[in-house]
């Protein structure tokens, strides 16, 4: 019967109009056979009820899903719906109670008027049955983590059977089986009340509320009891029309009156724990807003406000202290409360003494020398260590007022935001390494332009002479330099240098070293001069790690006539006539010394040059350029490429410098700026005609 | 990239910091808070020993200048030891060894320390 009652329903629950096809078929079926006092046709117009509640109390549970009312307003529902059922069944006694006079007679024989009072009475059972059926169903699977859809089945189930068993108690006798039923399904009703789970997770508030509303209902269900012994009939007048909607409303009707009972018990026995649960609630908050945070705060004194505050929401304490350890092993102190300040010495002593024994794990420091220091209350003070790749990054330190062991709960807890502070906090280094970053990538741009705008476009085109330079920076700028100046009509001056150091500052004394040159220039003519007065002034500016490599020389043009003065820089190669000669005329750097050494060991060489003689000026960029085996290019592949394009333009002699450079170092990074100057001289044509 | 490592030994009150590596710009803050720990705490015999170093960049040449003054001002040196020939040739270059003592081994250095006491 019930596998049948089953497949009915299956069929309808897709029509759309499967309850308004299903009343009217069971209306029809009524009237038709209204008289008929006939077990079987009474008993299939019963079953046909089943499939109309089932796809009512559905058709409920989807509005809940939309609406989604709080289980407060539900069991306000209950109320409602209670009351609402109570009024309707108190005025139409007081209509029906003329009719219902000879009610006895009448059920014996039973008019067409009759006959439809009795109907609507059923479908006012039935949607009570259905509403109250669908509240129940709703709350029991609110934040249901366990499994009860097989106590669910079971009990709905039974109260179909039992329902269904007030026939056979009709027409044959058996009413054990409608009590046997009923006894069954308020039992399993029980179970599933008490594994109610939604009172849980409500406020202290809202379960004093689900109290109230309880025992109001509880009020109703208990009246409604007390006046169902004088219900002027309806009682009776309903089997007429349909047997088991009496005896489901029964059953709803003992499920109405337990379930208040049993919410109210297992509501009372919650509210002791509310706190700890909305503790905890708060904590998991916290945490979650403080992980939110993280992302968000750039400002680590902001940052670290957010952890103390959330810190201080989930321990409840007021004196909560953040110390963050940087790269020198300084602690820097973190408060909200300003009155905290003077406690920090203390807390630096008492850190410094015990950080031997620190280890991952939390431990606690009775405070006892406080006392003396500040009228201060706290009696302990909990250290929860920062690690970050097992390195201590910082402690968070929490005062408590009163002497008490850690709980392991709060241990957890305390272990946890120990772990999201750590998160925040290297998330915001992170976070500041890569700001520096792009402001070191902006700077190195910025250092770039300034160079680009020091070295000439073009090499010079001087009559009898052959010049031709390549530049090329690399992307750290490395501070090569590389300049010419017109001294007279036939006098050239020509420097090749490199500032130590990268970057911003390296691209800035690049710059002043082109002032002072470009200046020097002007007043003196001995490349010697010119250095000692570049270093005497570069001196003052430069800082103390701080040197600049320089080679200066001049050339006569017409004559041939080369005077070098070399300042720690890299040896200027002479060719001659197949044969390299390393010119390397004594000199320290500029900025090395700021006394008379300098000058001392400053010498300056001449010599003149013939025709198709070579220099060729390099930076330090050439010969320390490495390959994949970290070899350096060297000197020696230098002179020898040069050697081999001897007879070449010097465009072409530098040509092949960078093209066998290129190959050399093809597969590793360029570290620092590549300069040459290569100059040919051609000879004075106008001597020679 | 080789990496870059310092070693640190004191013979009575002369320091001896071995280079290992590859010391550019971006290693030689390594050294440079090194030997600022060592002026910080008032010693200033400094013996540099070169033996295991592979590259020495302008950055790390700057390191040590930026300590000789305030060291030899205080009565101390830094002196260099062992140094390969390819290092002692970018010193030498950039004329290093006019203002700097170099040595073959930590032991010379460490005499020079002593005999200059005397």
Same mark, same amino acid.
């Given at each position: 019967?019930?596998? @049948?009652?089953?497949?009915?329903?299956?069929?309808?629950?897709?029509?759309?109009?499967?309850?308004?096809?299903?009343?009217?078929?069971?209306?029809?079926?009524?009237?038709?056979?209204?008289?008929? +006092?006939?077990?079987?046709?009474?008993?299939?117009?019963?079953?046909?009820?089943?499939?109309?509640?089932?796809?009512?109390?559905?058709?409920?549970?989807?509005?809940?899903?939309?609406?989604?009312?709080?289980?407060?307003?539900?069991?306000?529902?209950?109320?409602?719906?209670?009351?609402?059922?109570?009024?309707?069944?108190?005025?139409?006694?007081?209509?029906?109670?003329?009719?219902?006079?000879?009610?006895?007679?009448?059920?014996?024989?039973?008019?067409?008027?009759?006959?439809?009072?009795?109907?609507?009475?059923?479908?006012?059972?039935?949607?009570?049955?259905?509403?109250?059926?669908?509240?129940?169903?709703?709350?029991?699977?609110?934040?249901?983590?366990?499994?009860?859809?097989?106590?669910?089945?079971?009990?709905?189930?039974?109260?179909?059977?039992?329902?269904?068993?007030?026939?056979?108690?009709?027409?044959?006798?058996?009413?054990?089986?409608?009590?046997?039923?009923?006894?069954?399904?308020?039992?399993?009703?029980?179970?599933?009340?008490?594994?109610?789970?939604?009172?849980?997770?409500?406020?202290?508030?809202?379960?004093?509320?689900?109290?109230?509303?309880?025992?109001?209902?509880?009020?109703?269900?208990?009246?409604?009891?007390?006046?169902?012994?004088?219900?002027?009939?309806?009682?009776?007048?309903?089997?007429?029309?349909?047997?088991?909607?009496?005896?489901?409303?029964?059953?709803?009707?003992?499920?109405?009156?337990?379930?208040?009972?049993?919410?109210?018990?297992?509501?009372?026995?919650? @509210?002791?724990?509310?706190?700890?649960?909305?503790?905890?609630?708060?904590?998991?908050?916290?945490?979650?807003?403080?992980?939110?945070?993280?992302?968000?705060?750039?400002?680590?004194?902001?940052?670290?406000?957010?952890?103390?505050?959330?810190?201080?929401?989930?321990?409840?304490?007021?004196?909560?202290?953040?110390?963050?350890?940087?790269?020198?092993?300084?602690?820097?102190?973190?408060?909200?409360?300003?009155?905290? +300040?003077?406690?920090?010495?203390?807390?630096?002593?008492?850190?410094? #003494?015990?950080?031997?024994?620190?280890?991952?794990?939390?431990?606690?420091?009775?405070?006892?020398?406080?006392?003396?220091?500040?009228?201060?209350?706290?009696?302990?003070?909990?250290?929860?260590?920062?690690?970050?790749?097992?390195?201590?990054?910082?402690?968070?330190?929490?005062?408590?007022?009163?002497?008490?062991?850690?709980?392991?709960?709060?241990?957890?807890?305390?272990?946890?935001?120990?772990?999201?502070?750590?998160?925040?906090?290297?998330?915001?280094?992170?976070?500041?390494?890569?700001?520096?970053?792009?402001?070191?990538?902006?700077?190195?741009?910025?250092?770039?332009?300034?160079?680009?705008?020091?070295?000439?476009?073009?090499?010079?085109?001087?009559?009898?002479?052959?010049?031709?330079? #390549?530049?090329?920076?690399?992307?750290?700028?490395?501070?090569?330099?590389?300049?010419?100046?017109?001294?007279?009509?036939?006098?050239?001056?020509?420097?090749?240098?490199?500032?130590?150091?990268?970057?911003?500052?390296?691209?800035?004394?690049?710059?002043?070293?082109?002032?002072?040159?470009?200046?020097?220039?002007?007043?003196?003519?001995?490349?010697?001069?010119?250095?000692?007065?570049?270093?005497?002034?570069?001196?003052?500016?430069?800082?103390?790690?701080?040197?600049?490599?320089?080679?200066?020389?001049?050339?006569?043009?017409?004559?041939?006539?080369?005077?070098?003065?070399?300042?720690?820089?890299?040896?200027?190669?002479?060719?001659?006539?197949?044969?390299?000669?390393?010119?390397?005329?004594?000199?320290?750097?500029?900025?090395?010394?700021?006394?008379?050494?300098?000058?001392?060991?400053?010498?300056?060489?001449?010599?003149?040059?013939?025709?198709?003689?070579? @220099?060729?000026?390099?930076?330090?960029?050439?010969?320390?350029?490495?390959?994949?085996?970290?070899?350096?290019?060297?000197?020696?592949?230098?002179?020898?490429?040069?050697?081999?394009?001897?007879?070449?333009?010097?465009?072409?002699?530098?040509?092949?410098?960078?093209?066998?450079?290129?190959?050399?170092?093809?597969?590793?990074?360029?570290?620092?700026?590549?300069?040459?100057?290569?100059?040919?001289?051609?000879?004075?044509?106008?001597?020679?005609? | 990239?080789?990496?870059?490592?310092?070693?640190?030994?004191?013979?009575?009150?002369?320091?001896?910091? +071995?280079?290992?590596?590859?010391?550019?710009?971006?290693?030689?803050?390594?050294?440079?808070?090194?030997?600022?720990?060592?002026?910080?705490?008032?010693?200033?015999?400094?013996?540099?020993?070169?033996?295991?170093?592979?590259?020495?960049?302008?950055?790390?040449?700057?390191?040590?200048?930026?300590?000789?003054?305030?060291?030899?001002?205080?009565?101390?040196?830094?002196?260099?030891?062992?140094?390969?020939?390819?290092?002692?040739?970018?010193?030498?270059?950039?004329?290093?060894?006019?203002?700097?003592?170099?040595?073959?081994?930590?032991?010379?250095?460490?005499?020079?320390?002593?005999?200059?006491?005397?």
């Amino acid at each position: 019967m019930i596998d @049948l009652a089953l497949k009915l329903k299956n069929s309808f629950m897709n029509s759309r109009y499967s309850h308004v096809l299903l009343i009217s078929l069971f209306l029809l079926l009524k009237i038709i056979f209204l008289f008929r +006092e006939s077990f079987l046709i009474s008993f299939i117009g019963d079953l046909i009820l089943i499939p109309i509640v089932y796809s009512f109390v559905k058709f409920l549970i989807r509005i809940q899903e939309r609406k989604r009312f709080s289980q407060i307003q539900l069991l306000f529902g209950f109320i409602i719906f209670e009351i609402l059922f109570i009024l309707i069944s108190e005025t139409s006694l007081y209509f029906l109670s003329p009719i219902l006079k000879d009610l006895k007679i009448l059920l014996v024989k039973p008019t067409i008027f009759i006959g439809l009072i009795s109907g609507f009475y059923t479908i006012v059972y039935l949607l009570f049955v259905s509403i109250i059926l669908a509240i129940l169903t709703i709350l029991f699977f609110t934040k249901q983590k366990k499994n009860i859809n097989r106590y669910y089945k079971t009990t709905i189930v039974l109260l179909i059977l039992g329902s269904l068993s007030s026939h056979f108690q009709k027409h044959f006798n058996l009413s054990f089986l409608e009590y046997t039923f009923a006894t069954l399904s308020v039992f399993f009703f029980i179970i599933m009340s008490y594994l109610n789970k939604w009172v849980i997770y409500l406020t202290r508030k809202e379960k004093i509320k689900v109290i109230i509303i309880c025992n109001v209902l509880l009020a109703i269900v208990i009246y409604s009891m007390i006046k169902s012994g004088d219900d002027g009939g309806i009682n009776e007048l309903i089997p007429i029309f349909s047997n088991t909607t009496l005896s489901a409303y029964k059953f709803i009707f003992a499920f109405a009156f337990v379930y208040p009972i049993i919410l109210q018990v297992l509501t009372i026995f919650q @509210l002791p724990v509310t706190e700890v649960i909305e503790k905890k609630t708060s904590e998991i908050e916290s945490l979650q807003n403080l992980s939110q945070m993280i992302s968000k705060v750039l400002d680590i004194e902001e940052l670290v406000s957010i952890i103390i505050q959330t810190i201080e929401k989930i321990i409840g304490s007021k004196d909560v202290f953040l110390c963050l350890i940087d790269e020198k092993s300084n602690c820097k102190f973190y408060s909200n409360n300003k009155e905290n +300040e003077h406690l920090f010495n203390y807390l630096i002593k008492t850190l410094s #003494s015990k950080t031997n024994q620190m280890n991952e794990k939390i431990f606690d420091v009775e405070v006892t020398e406080l006392d003396s220091l500040s009228n201060h209350k706290i009696e302990k003070l909990i250290i929860i260590p920062l690690i970050y790749n097992q390195k201590l990054i910082g402690y968070i330190l929490i005062g408590r007022e009163r002497t008490s062991i850690l709980e392991e709960d709060e241990l957890n807890t305390l272990k946890s935001i120990g772990e999201y502070s750590v998160v925040a906090i290297q998330n915001h280094h992170l976070l500041q390494k890569s700001i520096e970053k792009e402001r070191l990538e902006k700077e190195l741009e910025v250092a770039r332009e300034v160079q680009k705008k020091l070295i000439p476009d073009q090499a010079p085109t001087i009559k009898n002479l052959d010049i031709a330079y #390549s530049f090329i920076p690399a992307f750290e700028v490395g501070g090569d330099y590389i300049d010419y100046f017109q001294l007279d009509e036939d006098n050239f001056g020509f420097i090749v240098a490199d500032v130590s150091g990268k970057g911003i500052s390296a691209a800035f004394y690049m710059a002043e070293v082109k002032g002072i040159f470009e200046s020097l220039s002007k007043i003196l003519t001995n490349p010697k001069d010119i250095l000692i007065q570049a270093n005497k002034i570069l001196c003052k500016s430069l800082d103390k790690k701080s040197f600049v490599s320089v080679v200066y020389t001049t050339i006569n043009s017409k004559t041939g006539l080369v005077k070098i003065a070399r300042a720690g820089h890299c040896p200027i190669l002479h060719l001659r006539n197949s044969k390299i000669t390393e010119l390397l005329p004594s000199g320290i750097a500029i900025g090395l010394d700021h006394s008379k050494l300098f000058e001392k060991n400053l010498e300056e060489i001449s010599l003149h040059l013939q025709t198709n003689d070579f @220099l060729i000026f390099y930076t330090d960029g050439i010969t320390e350029a490495r390959n994949q085996q970290l070899e350096e290019f060297g000197t020696e592949r230098l002179n020898a490429i040069v050697l081999k394009s001897k007879n070449n333009s010097s465009q072409i002699v530098i040509q092949k410098i960078i093209e066998e450079l290129t190959v050399f170092s093809k597969d590793f990074p360029q570290h620092d700026d590549i300069t040459l100057l290569a100059i040919k001289y051609l000879g004075d044509k106008n001597e020679r005609v | 990239m080789n990496e870059f490592n310092l070693k640190q030994k004191s013979i009575e009150d002369i320091n001896i910091i +071995e280079l290992k590596g590859y010391l550019d710009a971006h290693t030689a803050p390594k050294l440079e808070d090194a030997i600022s720990n060592l002026v910080n705490t008032n010693q200033y015999k400094i013996i540099v020993n070169f033996s295991d170093l592979d590259y020495i960049s302008s950055a790390g040449l700057g390191v040590f200048m930026a300590f000789i003054e305030t060291v030899r001002n205080k009565g101390g040196d830094i002196k260099f030891s062992a140094m390969n020939e390819k290092i002692y040739k970018i010193f030498d270059l950039i004329g290093f060894p006019r203002i700097y003592e170099f040595y073959s081994t930590d032991e010379e250095a460490i005499q020079k320390f002593k005999s200059s006491e005397k």
